[in-house]
């Protein structure tokens, strides 16, 4: 299993580079990936949580664990609707908060043998990969909280170290 850096950690923020090649080696980490997400437990994970600052996502939100998705070098292609999910992170343990999404969401990508495909999401699938293209750029679902919540959160995150909430999904 992989370590899953957590906020504030300085490296969540790093832009994750496009991969240029889908080789063993990518392979070999989005297997790591799968398992450290299946362990965690979570729904999506994305390579800048493992250290490693690649366009890479895997995924799987269907209940019985049955349905993994993976994503690299994603692409937004569509977004339509709108949608409010309480959303939680790997990286941000036992926080929930609720954030406004679109609720549906075209996306290309290359799967793990490279190949390119297209896909069409939406509820809980098409808000996961919009969190988790996020964390490709840097981003983490606390931003688009106040400054002040975010604040609280850091401030209860470096008093508790990890601790892990079990009230919503984490992404
Ligand atoms: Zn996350």
Do not use: W
């Not at 063993?24 to 493992?50: C, S």
């Not at 988790?132 to 604040?151: A, P, W």
């Amino acid at each position: 299993m992989l370590e899953i850096l957590t906020f504030p950690d300085p490296r969540l923020r790093n832009k994750a580079q496009p991969v240029e090649k889908v080789d063993d080696t990518v392979r070999k980490l989005v297997d790591d990936m799968f398992h450290t997400m299946y362990e965690a437990p979570g729904i999506g994970l994305a390579a800048n949580q493992v250290n490693e600052a690649r366009r890479i996502v895997v995924a799987d939100v269907s209940e019985d664990r049955s349905q993994p998705l993976c994503l690299i070098n994603p692409q937004i292609l569509a977004l339509d609707g709108v949608e409010e999910m309480e959303e939680g992170c790997l990286s941000v343990p036992g926080v929930t908060e609720t954030v406004q999404r679109a609720d549906r969401v075209r996306v290309r990508a290359q799967n793990r043998d490279g190949e390119a495909f297209e896909l069409d999401a939406e509820g809980l699938l098409a808000v996961c990969i919009q969190h988790e293209l996020d964390h490709l750029d840097g981003k983490l679902f606390i931003d688009y909280l106040s400054n002040l919540k975010r604040q609280r959160i850091r401030k209860k995150l470096e008093k508790q170290g990890r601790s892990k909430s079990e009230a919503a999904p984490a992404i």
